[in-house]
């Protein structure tokens, strides 16, 4: 079989598709592994004890049943959830949206593809491109424009905190808005550090954006207004030209597939337009689970209570993990302020955190090799390849044998150095 260019382009060999293998073998396949990898949230009985409630309630009620199964959800998503969606957002964001601001997809990562395919890629004068102003960024963008060259990336500046911490910030002298440029990309928190861009840096983005007549994209698949795996506060307010990607999967609902996009009405209107070619239509499962949360006033309970101290509770845990087994290490962790990574930096590291993430996964644990996530920047920097990201989505059991595994493969490392 030939294939075209895009099938050509979405076969070839993917960062995402490699990194999902890797998480399907691990959860399903080879449990044995400790598994430090993809992007699968944690396992919260407290939270699934609340949807197991709702899926009870649903099933014992024909019409409730019928309309979870039995029915195609209109193009733009469930009016029900949209409509339980502005209001709480209004009243929770201090935000002034309408249902038209709202559209459903399956997933944010398909949300994702039609949007970057949207904005980015060849227009009428010239070929456009997304701009990540901070990378590393999600590796699951890297692979969705359907020909090349689809975006720019700018290197951060990295600041040293004491002796085994860092952060990267946005470099605004090398941020370069040309014509090329469809929008600005952020995830906040960032999937894979963990950094807040902060709230000075987020309003300089979005000046910009609006002054160059751009849209600002905020990915918050981790972040505000949920499920607020966050552990500083922040003051967001949404404007027109931001688009927002909101997803249930970080809540604890991966496998429901839901993703939100929250934009002008003409940008919606667009989407829903091409979500709808796409899909036919988003399930129901989510928006039903969802509008079920907001209408029995659940969510606040479900981010200040269950989910975010149980992300704290774990974040510090590996950490202290860590300062242990790396103790005398040149190592670094990301100021771990939001989603559920930590990112940690092994300065002047041997090896290339490629051939790291290889040892490692030999020695039983899976993390993921950082030098994927800077896809977007097309110059030699040693540090792309002194990377690695742990997800402590796990037991602290599991994160206590990991960080040990880790202590003991990277001191051997720099001891044959
Ligand atoms: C930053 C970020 N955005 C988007 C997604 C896609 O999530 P989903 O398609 O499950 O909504 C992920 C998944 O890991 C992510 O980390």
């Known amino acids: 079989?030939?294939?075209?260019?895009?099938?050509?382009?979405?076969?070839?060999?993917?960062?995402?598709?490699?990194?999902?293998?890797?998480?399907?073998?691990?959860?399903?396949v080879n449990p044995d592994l400790l598994f430090l990898g993809g992007g699968n949230p944690a396992k919260i009985d407290e939270f699934e004890a609340i949807i197991a409630e709702h899926l009870h309630q649903i099933a014992n009620n024909p019409d409730e049943l019928h309309k979870l199964i039995g029915v195609y959800q209109s193009p733009q998503g469930s009016e029900r959830f949209i409509s339980a969606l502005a209001d709480y957002l209004n009243q929770t964001q201090g935000w002034n949206i309408s249902e038209k601001n709202i559209a459903i997809?399956?997933?944010?990562?398909s949300a994702f593809f039609i949007l970057i395919n949207m904005l980015a890629g060849q227009s009428e004068r010239d070929h456009k491109k997304l701009l990540f102003p901070l990378m590393p960024e999600y590796l699951g963008y890297s692979d969705q424009g359907i020909s090349d060259d689809y975006f720019l990336g700018n290197k951060p500046?990295?600041?040293?905190?004491?002796?085994?911490?860092?952060?990267?910030?946005?470099?605004?002298?090398?941020?370069?808005?040309?014509?090329?440029?469809?929008?600005?990309?952020?995830?906040?928190?960032?999937?894979?550090?963990?950094?807040?861009?902060?709230?000075?840096?987020?309003?300089?983005?979005?000046?910009?954006?609006?002054?160059?007549?751009?849209?600002?994209v905020i990915d918050c698949a981790y972040g505000?207004?949920?499920?607020?795996?966050v552990y500083q506060t922040t003051d967001y307010q949404w404007q027109p030209h931001h688009i927002l990607a909101l997803s249930l999967s970080k809540l604890g609902l991966p496998a429901v597939r839901t993703g939100?996009?929250?934009?002008?009405?003409?940008?919606?209107?667009?989407?829903?337009?091409?979500?709808?070619?796409?899909?036919?239509?988003?399930?129901?499962?989510?928006?039903?689970?969802?509008t079920r949360i907001l209408q029995q006033g659940q969510l606040e309970h479900i981010k200040h209570t269950i989910i975010r101290p149980f992300y704290q509770a774990k974040r510090d845990h590996f950490i202290g993990e860590l300062n242990k087994t790396l103790n005398g290490l040149p190592y670094r962790i990301h100021q771990a302020e939001g989603a559920f990574f930590l990112w940690?930096?092994?300065?002047?590291?041997?090896?290339?955190?490629?051939?790291?993430?290889?040892?490692?996964?030999?020695?039983?644990?899976?993390?993921?090799?950082?030098?994927?996530?800077?896809f977007a920047l097309n110059q030699n920097w040693q540090h792309t390849q002194e990377c690695i990201?742990?997800?402590?989505?796990?037991?602290?059991?599991?994160?206590?044998?990991?960080?040990?595994?880790?202590?003991?493969?990277?001191?051997?490392?720099?001891?044959?150095?």
């Not at 002796?163 to 469809?182: C, G, M, N, P, W």
């Not at 300089?204 to 600002?216: C, F, R, V, W």
Request: proline share 4%.
């Open 1 to 28: 079989m030939k294939l075209s260019q895009f099938g050509q382009q979405l076969t070839a060999e993917s960062g995402i598709v490699n990194l999902m293998a890797d998480l399907g073998d691990a959860l399903n």
């Open 105 to 109: 997809a399956n997933g944010s990562q």
């Open 157 to 216: 500046l990295i600041e040293k905190v004491g002796e085994h911490s860092f952060k990267y910030h946005i470099d605004f002298d090398a941020l370069d808005i040309t014509e090329q440029v469809a929008a600005l990309c952020v995830s906040r928190p960032t999937n894979p550090t963990g950094n807040m861009v902060s709230d000075k840096e987020l309003a300089q983005l979005s000046k910009l954006a609006k002054t160059n007549q751009i849209p600002l």
């Open 224 to 229: 505000e207004p949920f499920p607020g795996i």
């Open 260 to 290: 939100i996009v929250i934009a002008n009405e003409h940008v919606i209107e667009e989407f829903v337009k091409v979500n709808t070619i796409v899909s036919l239509a988003n399930g129901n499962l989510g928006p039903d689970l969802m």
């Open 344 to 374: 940690i930096w092994f300065e002047g590291l041997p090896v290339s955190s490629t051939e790291l993430y290889q040892l490692l996964k030999k020695q039983g644990v899976l993390v993921m090799d950082g030098a994927p996530f800077f």
């Open 389 to 417: 990201r742990l997800s402590y989505c796990q037991t602290d059991d599991v994160l206590t044998q990991a960080a040990e595994l880790i202590g003991l493969q990277v001191r051997a490392l720099y001891q044959t150095e």
